[in-house]
């Protein structure tokens, strides 16, 4: 506990109340709310008495400062003593003011410190004697357990994946893949003008999608369990369909250009890294869906997207020929774009009014730890990005779109940090998070293979500091302004200002430097212009068409998807056990501890208006 005479000699009162607590912890607790509009009335007080202060010592000041444009004299010095004396009159009284008010609102915290902790306890004790209860049969059952639980969850999802899973192996991974001949171990292994071999760049591959991605969405404080498990069902379901589809358009391409019979399709490292780009995809997508999508829906919307960016892939690079390696188009743009319209697809149906989108909005709000875990993910991300961006690039090419990459990421990450802190006064942890990879989004695929070191810091540096502009800016339209709001895009993560800016403005940057490379030079880097950009001085043009195809195939492919998961989770909805109820909430698919809602409020540290907290006066 802090001592009382530290607490009121503070020179501002750095707290202040939060009227919308109560609303979080216990909406019906009148004396909660009671106590947060105290201690903002109390806090309304101190600050006047500070700017009372201010006043008078201006006041005094002025005073000073005429005394001294008058002549030494006996009178001037009585005046001078006069206005001193009257000063420190006022000033001490303006201290036992603030005093006093200090010393209600020391009290006043230690109230509401006191009725949280009963609250919390009184919670807790209530549980413990529902569980006793249970034990002797007296009281209901866990509703989630049981025989009777299968109709209170959205069991549909569970038997319909499972047989979904069984059919996708006995029926399209038996007969249509088989491992590849040992006969070509050099593209296993990577030939001598690579790096690393492939399943070294995987590793780190598989660490950015599952533990980046993972942990990035924990920001929101109720939904770690379902940001990192249905992170992992997404991988899980992406990664088998991707394999699968781009197997598929393998096939295509092969049967158009050579003319070869269909066969199965060869699994190799190549294959992995494939499919571990398709869940990159869908995992951003989820980020534009966070907390309002029912898993049966999300497995469908996941299932969708999956066909839509095989085909999306297929006629961008294998028919178009443009350079997309990495994805700033066919993952990023398209996965982004893709969010969004799915998220206008499924609101007329799947979700609710404005009034409920108010109320659970509040738990989009991060917590401190929330917050922590998310910028670990991001952490794993900066570290594991230049494997994603380099593992395909072409051969003479992938030590240059590494080391872009790195150089890349640290100008946008101090870009973006600057930026945050100059448009919001302070870092914003969600700027950082969502805006630190943005340097290597916009250096992936043509432009890493042509750009020079200090062209990569540029690049970095502006998209760093327009993502945070995006972010601050453009994201937050979808709820303030009311036409938007109307659409119900919320798009939690910011995919639209993390994922789709940088990914156009490195498209729109490729298409530049490919236009004028081309035409200039005859090898970039000392390998052959050909070996790079099979279309040679037509190659710009190609990289556009490849943009617009993205654009439009994500913006149709998703509106159409979310259309059809809309009508499901309507239809759905129409049975109530099945009604979805809680959203931004583990609880409604997840069992979570009894502790739940005190850990993710942040237990007696709570948020307050100004940035403090509650523990700060204990």
């Known amino acids: 506990m802090v001592d009382k005479s530290l607490f009121i000699s503070l020179p501002e009162p750095p707290f202040r109340g939060d009227p919308n607590l109560y609303k979080r912890v216990h909406p019906e607790s009148a004396y909660l709310r009671g106590i947060e509009t105290y201690i903002s009335s109390l806090h309304s007080h101190l600050l006047d008495i500070q700017l009372d202060e201010t006043r008078l010592i201006n006041q005094y000041r002025e005073q000073l400062r005429d005394h001294q444009q008058e002549k ?16 420190e009159e006022i000033w001490q009284h303006i201290k036992d003011r603030r005093r006093n008010f200090r010393f209600l609102e020391y009290d006043a915290f230690n109230e509401r410190r006191k009725l949280l902790e009963s609250m919390k306890i009184q919670k807790q004790e209530e549980e413990c004697l529902r569980r006793r209860l249970q034990r002797i049969g007296v009281h209901d059952k866990d509703p989630h357990s049981g025989l009777r639980g299968l109709l209170k969850v959205d069991w549909v999802f569970f038997i319909l994946f499972a047989l979904a899973e069984v059919a996708t192996v006995a029926g399209l991974f038996i007969p249509g893949t088989d491992f590849e001949d040992n006969d070509d171990p050099l593209f296993m292994l990577g030939t001598l003008n690579r790096i690393a071999d492939y399943y070294t760049f995987y590793i780190p591959i598989a660490l950015f999608v599952l533990v980046g991605f993972g942990l990035l969405y924990t920001f929101l404080r109720k939904y770690a369990y379902s940001a990192l498990g249905f992170g992992l069902l997404i991988w899980c379901w992406s990664f088998q369909w991707t394999i699968l589809t781009r197997i598929f358009w393998d096939q295509i391409d092969d049967r158009h250009s050579t003319g070869l019979n269909w066969e199965r399709g060869p699994l190799n490292i190549w294959q992995l890294i494939n499919g571990m780009y398709g869940s990159a995809t869908c995992l951003i997508t989820f980020g534009a869906l966070l907390g309002r999508v029912r898993p049966f829906v999300l497995m469908w919307i996941v299932w969708a997207e999956t066909m839509w960016y095989n085909f999306n892939y297929y006629l961008v690079v294998d028919l178009v020929n443009t350079v997309d390696f990495a994805g700033p188009m066919t993952i990023h743009i398209f996965g982004a774009l893709f969010g969004i319209a799915c998220s206008f697809g499924l609101a007329p149906l799947a979700f609710y009014g404005e009034a409920e989108t108010r109320a659970w909005n509040v738990d989009r709000i991060p917590s401190y730890n929330s917050n922590t875990f998310s910028l670990i993910g991001m952490l794993v991300m900066v570290a594991t990005f230049p494997a994603f961006n380099g593992a395909q690039a072409s051969d003479g090419n992938q030590f240059r779109v590494v080391i872009s990459t790195i150089l890349a990421i640290c100008a946008s990450i101090i870009a973006a940090t600057v930026a945050s802190k100059f448009f919001w006064g302070k870092i914003s942890p969600f700027h950082v998070q969502m805006a630190a990879t943005s ?28 993502t945070v502009i995006a972010l601050t800016f453009i994201s937050p339209t979808f709820e303030h302004v009311p036409r938007l709001r109307r659409t119900f895009i919320l798009d939690p993560a910011g995919v639209l200002s993390s994922h789709f800016v940088p990914g156009f403005l490195g498209a729109i940057a490729g298409i530049i430097g490919v236009a004028i490379i081309t035409n200039q030079e005859s090898t970039i880097w000392g390998v052959n212009r050909y070996d790079t950009f099979t279309e040679e001085t037509r190659q710009a043009g190609h990289q556009t068409a490849g943009l617009f195809i993205t654009i439009g195939l994500a913006l149709g492919g998703g509106l ?28 409604e698919y997840w069992i979570v501890p009894t502790d739940y809602e005190w850990v993710a409020l942040g237990d007696a540290n709570l948020p307050v208006a100004g940035g403090t907290t509650t523990s700060t006066v204990d």
């Open 72 to 87: 030494v004299s006996e009178q001037r010095s009585a005046e001078e003593e006069n206005d001193k004396r009257e000063f």
């Open 439 to 466: 340097g290597g989004i916009a250096v992936a695929a043509a432009v890493g293979e042509i750009v020079n070191p200090a062209g990569a810091l540029i690049i970095g540096a502006f998209v760093g500091v327009v």
């Open 560 to 587: 159409l998807t979310g259309l059809i998961g809309g009508a499901v989770n309507w239809l759905l909805n129409l049975v109530p056990a099945w009604k979805q109820r809680i959203w931004f909430s583990d609880q």
